[in-house]
């Protein structure tokens, strides 16, 4: 796995990558695969370097698996919530980020309810950031760990393929991410929901937009259902939850009309019953617990990548326990 110099301090969203470096993080991602399902799943690469975990809003998924990943790659991470925090006393995530770089890590990883708090952190700081999730603008390492499913899935072919997204797209810095990878990949999108939770400037989107669900899942090769963000929903754009699951639940049948053996992706948490039907949730075609893993190797990939992006300029990832 030859790479020049990685060029990137930060990553922020996956328009800034081209096809070689995904294809490179994606590469190296299944290596660290490979270690995680050792018995002793910890490798020294990162040792000696510092990453700050700086979630200023809730996650499950995002922010235990980078803390599994750096561990696993012997940094020491370090959390920040919001609670807990001087956030909670007034202090800017101006003033938060400074704090931060002065106690010197090599890398922080930031989810924040405001778009642009990722950049606006990168463009202050010295060390690498990493986007977890800002606002409704990007999250670059679940696109890319969606890519890592879905190539495993179809072993490595992916050009030609389509793919539906399903559900509150307006809110969702999932599909952004993922439509602009998952463009670069050589994959169609289309994507359905209410038309309250579509964009406005969704016919600019690199997408086809459906009215239909049925006529929308017809023959695709996969499916990814978002959750519908309550937290996020401004008053109006929805019926009630009730009328929301009786025309946007995803069920079984649907993805009967995918094509066949099609896989079922969401990126969590999910709301069982109002936009992916619970039987659904748990079925074979269901990739929900693969995306989780496949977070942690990807999650690596990006840490050691970053991490390391001064000491291998051109020499293959260092990954062998020793
Ligand atoms: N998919 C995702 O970002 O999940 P969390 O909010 O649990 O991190």
Redesign the pocket.
């Known amino acids: 796995m030859i790479m020049t110099k990685w060029p990137h301090k930060d990553l922020l969203d996956t328009d800034h990558l081209t096809l070689a470096e995904v294809t490179y993080l994606l590469n190296m991602a299944r290596e660290f695969q490979e270690i995680n399902t050792r018995p002793v799943k910890k490798v020294p690469t990162l040792r000696g370097k510092g990453v700050v975990l700086f979630f200023a809003e809730?996650?499950?998924?995002?922010?235990t698996s980078f803390d599994v990943a750096g561990k696993r790659l012997s940094a020491d991470t370090f959390s920040l919530g919001k609670s807990g925090s001087s956030i909670a006393k007034g202090e800017s995530l101006k003033d938060t980020a400074l704090t931060l770089q002065a106690m010197s890590p090599d890398i922080i990883v930031i989810?924040h309810s405001s778009s642009g708090a990722a950049r606006f952190l990168a463009e202050r700081l010295a060390c690498s950031v990493v986007n977890?999730?800002d606002g409704w603008h990007a999250?670059p390492t679940?696109a890319l760990l969606d890519a890592y499913t879905l190539r495993e899935y179809w072993q490595g072919k992916m050009a030609g393929k389509t793919l539906l997204i399903v559900g509150d797209i307006t809110h969702s810095r999932?599909a952004r991410s993922n439509i602009h990878l998952l463009n670069l990949l050589g994959i169609s999108v289309r994507v359905f929901g209410p038309k309250t939770l579509l964009p406005r400037d969704i016919d600019a989107w690199p997408v086809s937009v459906y009215a239909n669900l049925s006529e929308a899942v017809a023959g695709v090769d996969a499916v990814m259902c978002l959750r519908l963000q309550l937290e996020r929903q401004q008053a109006g754009l929805l019926p009630d939850l009730s009328e929301y699951a009786a025309q946007f639940c995803l069920t079984r049948d649907h993805l009967a009309k995918a094509a066949p053996g099609a896989p079922l992706l969401h990126?969590?948490?999910i709301n069982r019953g109002l936009e992916i039907a619970s039987d659904l949730a748990d079925a074979p075609e269901s990739r929900i617990l693969d995306q989780v893993a496949a977070g942690v190797a990807l999650r690596m990939a990006v840490l050691f990548t970053l991490g390391m992006r001064n000491e291998y300029a051109s020499e293959e990832p260092h990954v062998s326990p020793s």
Not at 58 to 63: A, G, I
Request: aromatic share 0%.
């Open positions: 809730d996650s499950t998924r995002t922010k989810r977890a999730g999250h679940q999932v990126p969590g948490p």
